[in-house]
């Protein structure tokens, strides 16, 4: 049974019922369950024409919406960091000591067999174990 469980979770693609489950079952009673929603950095000249206010209200709104999301789920703790989400996970699991990261894949596409994919990443970097989900 693991006692620090991350699982990954997109806002923009909701909260994954499935993951949570899943973690509840590795980590069984008493494991810490944190849901972690990686805030991908803007790309391009777009970070130059948004002010830093605008940033610092969306990042707001992103920690509203993540607690918001997990309203059902109050074992859960919420966390939004900064970064590319296959790095950021791992580099995040290692900061805060946790054995286990719950990930969802997709089948891959032209672009994953090119570059990997998210789950790919951490499998490959993460510094504890990795429950991929299908």
């Given at each position: 049974?693991?006692?620090?469980?991350?699982?990954?979770?997109?806002?923009?693609?909701?909260?994954a019922?499935?993951?949570?489950?899943?973690?509840?079952?590795?980590?069984?009673?008493?494991?810490?369950?944190?849901?972690?929603?990686?805030?991908?950095?803007?790309?391009?000249?777009?970070?130059?024409?948004?002010r830093?206010?605008?940033m610092?209200?969306?990042?707001?709104?992103?920690?509203a919406?993540?607690?918001?999301?997990?309203?059902?789920?109050?074992?859960?703790?919420?966390?939004?960091?900064?970064?590319?989400?296959?790095?950021?996970l791992?580099?995040?699991?290692?900061?805060?000591?946790?054995?286990?990261?719950?990930?969802?894949?997709?089948?891959?596409?032209?672009?994953?067999?090119?570059?990997?994919?998210?789950?790919?990443?951490?499998v490959?970097?993460a510094?504890?174990?990795?429950?991929?989900?299908?």
């Open positions: 049974m693991y006692k620090k469980i991350i699982v990954g979770l997109s806002l923009e693609h909701g909260i019922d499935r993951a949570l489950r899943t973690a509840r079952a590795l980590g069984g009673d008493g494991a810490e369950i944190l849901a972690v929603h990686v805030a991908e950095p803007l790309q391009g000249s777009v970070r130059f024409h948004i830093e206010e605008d610092q209200k969306a990042r707001a709104q992103m920690e919406d993540l607690q918001e999301r997990l309203a059902d789920h109050p074992d859960v703790t919420p966390v939004v960091i900064d970064g590319h989400a296959g790095q950021s791992s580099e995040y699991a290692g900061t805060v000591g946790a054995d286990c990261i719950v990930v969802a894949s997709h089948k891959p596409g032209l672009r994953d067999f090119l570059l990997g994919s998210t789950a790919a990443r951490i490959r970097h510094p504890c174990s990795v429950h991929v989900l299908r």
